[in-house]
């Protein structure tokens, strides 16, 4: 069992920055894809940013340019700078690691921008 355990998220001014993380913890031998996407209450989930073991990343397009991710494989830990912060970026933002043919999914961590 592999379980994924988020930090970083709280509230933030716009314009501002937050550095979100998300390490996995279990019986892990290797970690495809990780990856962070966010939800809305009321709206579908949507991709933030993904990056594979060889640390090829994809990107929203409406994080282009503010957010980057990277990955720890030493720690199985995948990261998220978030730069620019936007009040439309206030979200609930959740890990995913793909090991093998299963994807995990963290709890979740809100992520507040307002002035």
């Known amino acids: 069992q592999v379980q994924l355990v988020e930090s970083g998220g709280g509230l933030v001014q716009p314009g501002g920055s937050l550095r979100l993380s998300c390490a996995a913890s279990g019986t892990i031998f290797s970690i495809n894809l990780m990856g962070w996407y966010r939800r809305v209450p009321g709206k579908e989930r949507e991709l933030v940013a993904v990056i594979t073991g060889d640390g090829s990343t994809s990107y929203g397009d409406s994080v282009k340019g503010r957010f980057t991710i990277s990955r720890d494989n030493a720690k199985n830990t995948v990261y998220l700078q978030m730069n620019s912060l936007k009040p439309e970026d206030t979200a609930v933002y959740y890990c995913?690691?793909?090991?093998?043919?299963?994807?995990?999914w963290g709890q979740g961590t809100q992520v507040t921008v307002s002035s």
């Open positions: 995913r690691a793909d090991l093998g043919i299963t994807t995990y």
